[in-house]
Nanobody
């Protein structure tokens, strides 16, 4: 199956910034909508941000004005730029694509990355 490779997580102090990346493997031909989710221990996974094929974006209320989602279709990559991080942003962040087309013509649905840990603490 196609792999989504995430990077950019780490430990940062409150008010700091991180930039998460999620790159699809090279055999991917195209990708539909791309999203970032996060899940803290003991909590349900929540949607953080989504960017559509037409570059329309949506954000959870808790991150509006602080996070920016973007995509590079040529690189098959989605980014999440996070500013002014808060302790409540601490979670494992997951990349998700709702639909992608592999170069051999196959279509895959609901593909998830492995997750990257973001910890915001002083």
């Amino acid at each position: 199956q196609v792999q989504l490779v995430e990077s950019g997580g780490g430990l940062v102090q409150p008010g700091g910034s991180l930039r998460l990346s999620c790159a699809a493997s090279r055999n991917v031909f195209s990708i539909n909508d791309m999203s970032w989710y996060r899940q803290a221990p003991g909590n349900q996974r929540e949607l953080v941000a989504t960017i559509t094929l037409s570059n329309s974006t949506t954000y959870a209320d808790s991150v509006k004005g602080r996070f920016t989602i973007s995509r590079d279709n040529a690189q098959k990559t989605v980014y999440l730029q996070m500013y002014n991080l808060r302790p409540e942003d601490t979670a494992v962040y997951y990349c998700n694509v709702d639909l992608l087309v592999v170069q051999d013509g196959r279509i895959e649905y609901n593909n998830w990355g492995q997750g990257t840990q973001v910890t915001v603490s002083s």
